[in-house]
């Protein structure tokens, strides 16, 4: 069973994120479950990353589906990172900083 986060993490024309884990909340396929994350400001904090990043690991999630403009398809990189690479804050994959290479791969994205 595929355990999705599905992320119009929230741009003002976007409902709320919507996490698929295992038991259905909405009308979606049986084999997921349904939560939710809102609040991806635009040009993402990476406090944002983070937060939406740590309610996909509890979710167990496999991959990520991004929904709205570019700062829900950034956002949603930066937690498809996160997810791979076990770890917890993005700023050290940002642009300028000690990882920003060195990240060895993502959970697929969808957009």
């Known amino acids: 069973m595929a355990n999705c986060f599905v992320a119009p993490f929230c741009?003002?024309?976007?409902?709320?994120?919507l996490i698929f884990s295992s038991r259905p909340k909405a009308t979606v396929s049986p084999a997921c479950a349904l939560a939710s994350f809102a609040g991806v400001?635009?040009?993402?904090?990476?406090?944002?990353?983070?937060?939406?990043?740590?309610?996909?690991?509890?979710?167990?999630?496999d991959f990520v589906i991004?929904?709205?403009?570019?700062?829900?398809?950034?956002?949603?990189?930066?937690?498809?990172?996160?997810?791979?690479?076990?770890?917890?804050?993005?700023?050290?994959?940002?642009?300028?900083?000690?990882?920003?290479?060195q990240f060895t791969g993502a959970v697929p994205v969808v957009t």
Do not use: F, R
């Not at 741009?11 to 994120?17: G, L, Q």
């Not at 040009?43 to 996909?56: D, E, I, R």
């Open 66 to 101: 991004a929904l709205g403009g570019g700062s829900v398809m950034d956002a949603a990189k930066g937690v498809a990172i996160l997810l791979h690479e076990k770890a917890d804050d993005i700023w050290p994959y940002c642009w300028g900083e000690p990882k920003a290479d």
């Open 11 to 17: 741009e003002d024309t976007v409902s709320p994120v």
């Open 41 to 61: 400001e635009p040009n993402p904090q990476a406090a944002t990353v983070n937060k939406a990043a740590a309610l996909a690991k509890s979710e167990g999630v």
